[in-house]
T-cell receptor, first 114, second 112 residues
Framework: AQSVTQPDIHITVSEGASLELRCNYS??????LFWYVQSPGQGLQLLLK??????LVQGIKGFEAEFKRSQSSFNLRKPSVHWSDAAEYFC????????????FGTGTRLQVTL | EAGVAQSPRYKIIEKRQSVAFWCNPI?????LYWYQQILGQGPKLLIQ????????DSQLPKDRFSAERLKGVDSTLKIQPAKLEDSAVYLCASSRDSSPLHFGNGTRLTVT
């Protein structure tokens, strides 16, 4: 069965600083990978997804993520964080052949200091 | 397009009581999921519907949880009787074919 590990429970960055959130997955083949963001009291919003092709994927709100098969990683990055980016971030993996049946990591809570 | 609608937003009940949550997916989305998100954890799949049929309910605690999706549109998730450990946010999500999920804002359940 697939699984996702997000090693960082909580990260604090200063506004304007760069951000990298780590995600490692376990899956037998090339998975479908996702990053979602969840603001307090809200549902999850899709930031970006990787299915195949270019290993660097661009998402909404200036986020990007890079798929590295050799490291089983799909880290999320942003060059300059804004205070409004403070939220919970979830990495998820889906079975090949479906993009909707997801297994989530435990999440990383991002705090942004001014 | 309208998003996934869930109600109620919040519910507080005592243990051993029953509770029901409602979800209206995005129009045309055949696949519907219920996820349970306990505080500090990622969402965990409870049940997957394709139209009005159950595809996967392997992680649904069937002794107390039940779900239905009559007519392949709206869905209801019920807990009876509730336990303290059922306190969580219950998220409904829908998708068209194998496209990425769209989530509702969830129902936050507190069992006292």
């Amino acid at each position: 069965a697939q699984s996702v590990t997000q090693p960082d429970i909580h990260i604090t960055v200063s506004e304007g600083a760069s951000l990298e959130l780590r995600c490692n997955y376990s899956y037998g083949a090339t998975p479908y990978l996702f990053w979602y963001v969840q603001s307090p009291g809200q549902g999850l919003q899709l930031l970006l997804k990787y299915f195949s092709g270019d290993t660097l994927v661009q998402g909404i709100k200036g986020f990007e993520a890079e798929f590295k098969r050799s490291q089983s990683s799909f880290n999320l990055r942003k060059p300059s964080v804004h205070w409004s980016d403070a939220a919970e971030y979830f990495c998820a993996v889906a079975d090949t052949g479906t993009a909707s049946k997801l297994t989530f990591g435990t999440g990383t809570r991002l705090q942004v200091t001014l | 397009e309208a998003g996934v609608a869930q109600s109620p937003r919040y519910k507080i009940i005592e243990k051993r009581q029953s509770v029901a949550f409602w979800c209206n997916p995005i129009s045309g989305h055949a696949t519907l999921y219920w996820y349970q998100q306990i505080l500090g954890q990622g969402p965990k799949l409870l049940i997957q519907f394709q139209n009005n049929g159950v595809v996967d309910d392997s992680q649904l605690p069937k002794d107390r949880f039940s779900a239905e999706r009559l007519k392949g549109v709206d869905s209801t998730l019920k807990i009876q009787p509730a336990k303290l450990e059922d306190s969580a946010v219950y998220l409904c999500a829908s998708s068209r074919d194998s496209s990425p999920l769209h989530f509702g804002n969830g129902t936050r359940l507190t069992v006292t």
